[in-house]
DNA sequence: GTTCAAAACTAACAATTGTTAGTTATAAAT
DNA sequence: ATTTATAACTAACAATTGTTAGTTTTGAAC
């Protein structure tokens, strides 16, 4: 309920009395389930932060070729946007307002996440299966259409997710032509 | 200097003493200037936003095959970035705090550039320039992909813009494989 | 050197913020 | 029926918010 709110407003614009109206109850009320605004928003963000997390490290972890690993990373991401439309817009537009230590986490996973990504990559171009492009331009475009997809996800009136998997697959990694 | 606020922690985060404090007068100061922080806000989004219903009308106007077309408009996306990449940070995660009118402006404006670029998707898919994929997912991936570009551009050291150019195109256009 | 508009300042306002204290309602277990 | 833990409530707090009023400073034109 918090993350439906997160996601249209924006953290800093939503206020305990709005999350506490949004299940009817006080804004007071919510401290006897938790210690305060920020815990709403760590717990949010990191918890999907960890999907991605231990999804990407599967996908590490298994054998195959770079093309593989993309689909299979692209895979993830559909997945996760079904699972957690909200918590994902937290994630791209308020993780700043995390505080110390789980900034730290969520940065810290994040850099590995991307860091997994582009040694995906860098294999597909060292093997010749991808395209010698510079890879921090395929890694950003990839990434950036994965990362906004859920703002699509639900505006395109939730889509089939087999056919979402294959369309983006096909669009991302052999292009438009 | 407050369009670097906002990018930095959003609109609502960002105090009109924030803003003073980064001209290095007192929040009332301000006043002399402007009418309040909405102007500000409005300000910023409504002018980056006519630089790009301007530029597409522009793409759309001259005559060209799809793949052109979009050529073009991947183009736009990174002048506009290199230009206003602070602006289009509060044009992607702060349009929902402007207020009535500009509100009703901006969405107007967003639908019509995204209407337009569909069309020439759908002209691309006519002529079997472009793969018979879903236009929605064809769409959806540039067009995320261009508008998160301000991100990236800054982070990886503010690449060469003509190189950048090429490389998007080769790669959205493409494929990577 | 006086004038005068532009733009800075101090001080304060009413409203809203996250949060706490203390109290009452709920409902399952004894 | 009494107890007891859970979770709701009212009321209030200190801090911060955007903004206004009134005053002083600045600096170019005369």
Known sequence: MASKLFK??????????????GI????????????????ILSAIILNVAKEFTV???????KKGSAIEKIERVIE????????????????NNDWMHLQKNDLAEFIKMRERYEENFRSIIKQGIASNELKPNHPEVILFSI??????????????????VNILKKDMVSVLIKGII
């Open 143 to 160: 990434f950036s259409t994965l990362r906004t997809l859920y703002l699509w996800y639900e505006k395109r009136g939730k889509l089939d």
């Open 8 to 21: 249209e407003k924006g953290y800093s614009a939503v206020t305990m009395r709005d999350i506490a109206a």
């Open 55 to 61: 999804g990407m490290d599967g996908v590490i972890a």
């Open 76 to 91: 993830l991401h559909i997945d996760i946007t079904v699972n957690y439309s909200e918590a994902l817009a937290s994630l």
């Open 24 to 39: 009817n109850i006080k804004a007071a009320s919510l401290y006897n389930h938790i210690s305060g605004k920020q815990e």
